[in-house]
């Protein structure tokens, strides 16, 4: 692109961020962060959300947090997927309740959670055998108007299960056709 004298925009920075985040290389995408920056662009919710996505799939996760809060102070506001990102990767390090705090400022902050919002947390009390506070949130997600999916009923039926709640699971699978999610 410089050799032909076309100036690399914000998408061409965004696409290599992500590229690099996706393989796992996080100080690249860093620096291609700092290229962006020295052309006098300003980072948006894309290069945000694919930093701090690389940053917790390199199980960064405080430093993708740093990465959120750098993120406000640019006056980039975060949306549903950046919450996900930050929400999965704490319940997948096992900090649910850190989750269900980001969960609450996520719509303290007028952002709507989703169905993957919902399913990270729902794994993730399931993983810690926690399935009351599973099904509290499956209720939730039910009066928010959130249609579960094949990922929310496994999750829910093999805790219950796991639990030695059988019949209860039974219950759940079978409800999953009337909740229009065939098994």
């Not at 809060?69 to 319940?91: A, D, F, G, K, Q």
Request: charged fraction near 20%; proline fraction near 4%.
């Amino acid at each position: 692109m410089r050799r032909r004298g076309i100036p690399p925009n914000l998408v061409t920075f965004n696409t290599l961020i992500s590229g690099h985040c996706k393989d796992g290389e996080v100080n690249k995408a860093r620096e291609a962060l700092e290229m962006l920056l020295e052309h006098g662009l300003k980072p948006d919710i894309f290069t945000f959300s694919s930093i701090i996505d690389g940053l917790c799939r390199a199980h960064q996760i405080e430093d993708a947090f740093n990465c959120f809060n750098e993120m406000i102070e640019w006056s980039v506001t975060p949306n549903c997927v950046t919450y996900n990102i930050l929400i999965r990767s704490l319940c997948v390090v096992g900090d649910v309740a850190k989750s269900v705090k980001l969960l609450r400022k996520m719509q303290a902050d007028g952002i709507s959670p989703d169905v993957f919002s919902f399913n990270a947390l729902i794994q993730g009390f399931c993983r810690m055998n926690k399935v009351e506070k599973a099904q509290t949130l499956f209720v939730s997600m039910l009066t928010l108007g959130l249609s579960p999916d094949n990922f929310t009923y496994i999750a829910f039926i093999k805790a219950l299960c796991e639990s030695g709640r059988f019949e209860e699971a039974k219950e759940i699978f079978f409800s999953m056709e009337a909740n229009e999610c065939p098994p």
